[in-house]
T-cell receptor, first 113, second 114 residues
């Protein structure tokens, strides 16, 4: 069975600071991993995905994530936070043939001016 | 390209009324998903379809909820009768039939049951 744990329901950073959002997964088979972002009153938008081609994945809006099998992690980072990055971020895993995505509980990113 | 289209965007109705939420998936996508999002329970998968056939409805909370997909370009989620605890944001998502492909979400329907 697959599962996702996002550490920290809220993360607060200053504008210009490094953003680090943590995601750990559990999967009995090689997983496919996704990060989504949700802005207020909108649906989830794909930021990036890991599909085994490369362990460092670059996404939209300057975000990237690194797949570390030994740590079962897929943390999301951005070197310099912008005010516009304030949103909720969801990590998701798919590791079997059911095509279902298993979502984490989300991390709300707050960016201080 | 048109994304997933949901209607209505907002719905306010009284307890006991029938509610119908609608979704048009992205053309060419063969999977369609219905989710519910609340503060207390987060994002929950209710049901999903493949080629218009329901595959897994284990997340549908009660018999009051039903979903249909009469063709590849349209799906409905119906609640009858509605209750205040059904208040939530309901999302529809669609995707292509490969495990490495993401799901694409609509903007949701914010449902309030008074």
């Amino acid at each position: 069975a697959q599962s996702v744990t996002q550490l920290g329901s809220h993360v607060s950073v200053s504008e210009g600071a490094l953003v680090l959002l943590r995601c750990n997964y559990s999967s009995s088979v090689p997983p496919y991993l996704f990060w989504y972002v949700q802005y207020p009153n909108q649906g989830l938008q794909l930021l990036l995905k890991y599909t085994s081609a490369a362990t460092l994945v670059k996404g939209i809006n300057g975000f990237e994530a690194e797949f570390k099998k030994s740590e079962t992690s897929f943390h999301l980072t951005k070197p310099s936070a912008h005010m516009s990055d304030a949103a909720e971020y969801f990590c998701a895993v798919r590791g079997d043939s059911s095509y279902k995505l298993i979502f984490g509980s989300g991390t709300r990113l707050l960016v201080r001016p | 390209d048109a994304g997933v289209i949901q209607s209505p965007r907002h719905e306010v109705t009284e307890m006991g009324q029938e509610v119908t939420l609608r979704c048009k998936p992205i053309s060419g996508h063969d999977y369609l998903f219905w989710y519910r999002q609340t503060m207390m329970r987060g994002l929950e998968l209710l049901i999903y379809f493949n080629n218009n056939v329901p595959i897994d409805d284990s997340g549908m909370p009660e018999d009051r909820f039903s979903a249909k997909m009469p063709n590849a370009s349209f799906s409905t989620l119906k609640i009858q009768p509605s209750e205040p605890r059904d208040s939530a944001v309901y999302f529809c998502a669609s995707g292509q039939g490969a495990s490495n492909q993401p799901q694409h979400f609509g903007d949701g329907t914010r449902l309030s049951i008074l």
